[in-house]
């Protein structure tokens, strides 16, 4: 996975450039809300795998090693170095990832994971780097049918991380139909019906390199002129904190699970196909679907200076991901896990305040003040930037309630 993150650099090169080509050209994909949310998703994605080992290397490597004989005896050698191999294993990858995506979205509990990934309301290059925490880790079993190729641990992560890497570029509303690649591989043309939530695209082009897949098991389909591409997620999420969002599918499906009186509710509901409710606890829990006749974006109106506060901070709790990136090895796992859920929650109060929500005037405050708490545990080389950024995010936010009083008073003169 180190090539995701040496990728970093170049993906967000990438988001600045399409960035500035939509304030130039005025395109109106980009909405400073919407970006910074699937960017903490993102962030809260990387920082979050710190501090678990993959169930997949857990399980994987010992299968590996239990069936080297086997491999040995039929002559299955697979090489990093040479160039063919690693074509194959990133097909054969690309063909397990397809049934893994289906059933991401086909069923319930899968569907609690892969959902972040889809609910973003705009679709741009900020929406690739959108990614579930992978709390839960389910998805590695559908890898487990490499084994049956002998196919090493180690080819299987650089094949998944090259799948990952292709799929960074498809996702723009900028870049057309490219007609003799939509017949084999993914394109932003065929990903964007895979992020729409219309009725005709729901369910579609599950592909990660090649469309190939979805041409065979019949779900595939084209992006249509006549239909444009309504982005989101039919229960929408109207939140900025990327906790949030990972959580939104799983405490639906644990209020059901509660709410149903019925023990085979309890627990099937799980493992039904996605959406399915039991009737009771939809009647005392009723969440209303998105009317995409009048479909309307969350967009909080927020005052601009709270919306650049929140990009201050956005721009460094990314810088402070970016060097924990670089340098957990170098931590203990105690400390490890302190940064990541000082992180964690400052990511959260910031989507709060992008949403304008009353919590973050509340929040915020309590987040300084426990950072402030924290500088004796800091080293002393730390200090004074951490003092300094600490002095200035309160004299901001002063400033900003301040302003927001000043505000109130005058229009209630009027």
């Known amino acids: 996975m180190s090539l995701i993150t040496l990728a970093i650099p170049f993906f967000l090169i990438a988001v600045l450039s399409e960035l500035a080509l939509d304030r130039w050209k005025g395109w109106g994909v980009y909405r400073l809300n919407d970006a910074l949310g699937n960017l903490s998703t993102g962030i809260l994605s990387r920082i979050l795998g710190l501090t678990y080992k993959s169930l997949f290397l857990v399980v994987y ?33 690309d063909f397990c990832y397809y049934w893994k995506h289906r059933i991401s979205h086909e069923i319930n509990l899968f569907w609690a994971g ?71 591989f993914i394109t932003p043309s065929n990903h964007r019906v ?9 369910d579609k082009n599950y592909g ?24 989101g997620v039919r229960k929408p999420l109207n939140t900025f904190d990327p906790l949030a969002a990972n959580l939104q599918h799983l405490k639906r499906m644990a209020l059901d699970a509660w709410y149903t009186k019925r023990w085979r509710d309890k627990l099937t509901l799980w493992f039904r196909p996605t959406g399915y409710r039991p009737a009771d606890a939809e009647a005392a829990m009723p969440v209303s679907s998105t009317d995409l006749t009048h479909f309307q974006r969350f967009n909080p109106r927020i005052r601009r200076g709270r919306r650049n506060y929140a990009l201050i901070q956005h721009l460094c709790y990314s810088v402070a991901s970016l060097a924990l990136l670089w340098l957990s090895t170098q931590l203990g796992f ?3 896990l302190a940064v990541v ?4 929650f400052c990511l959260m109060v910031n989507g709060r305040i992008l949403d304008g929500h009353l919590w973050a005037r509340v929040l915020e405050p309590l987040r300084l003040g426990l950072l402030a708490g924290a500088l004796p545990l800091l080293s002393a080389k730390f200090v ?25 008073v005058a229009l209630a003169s009027h």
């Open 61 to 93: 490597i010992p299968l590996y090693h239990l069936l080297a004989p086997y491999y040995q005896l039929v002559g299955v050698d697979w090489s990093m170095t040479n160039g063919w191999h690693l074509c194959i294993a990133v097909i054969a990858y």
């Open 114 to 184: 892969h959902v972040v990934h889809h609910q973003s309301e705009d679709y741009n290059l900020t929406t690739a780097l959108r990614q579930s925490s992978g709390g839960l880790q389910l998805e590695w079993v559908f890898y487990l049918p490499l084994l049956l190729i002998g196919l090493p641990a180690e080819m299987v992560i650089t094949a998944g991380a090259i799948d990952l890497l292709y799929q960074f570029w498809v996702h723009t509303q900028k870049i057309p139909k490219i007609r003799w690649m939509e017949w084999f």
């Open 194 to 202: 895979h992020h729409a939530q219309n009725t005709v695209y729901v």
């Open 208 to 231: 990660g390199i090649l469309i190939l897949w979805d041409r065979l098991f019949g779900t595939y389909q084209e992006e249509l002129d006549s239909e444009p591409c309504i982005y």
């Open 334 to 336: 105690a400390p490890l």
């Open 341 to 344: 859920t000082a992180l964690v």
């Open 384 to 408: 004074p930037v951490f003092t300094a950024y600490i002095f200035i995010s309160a004299l901001l936010w002063w400033w900003l309630a301040i302003t927001d009083k000043k505000d109130t």
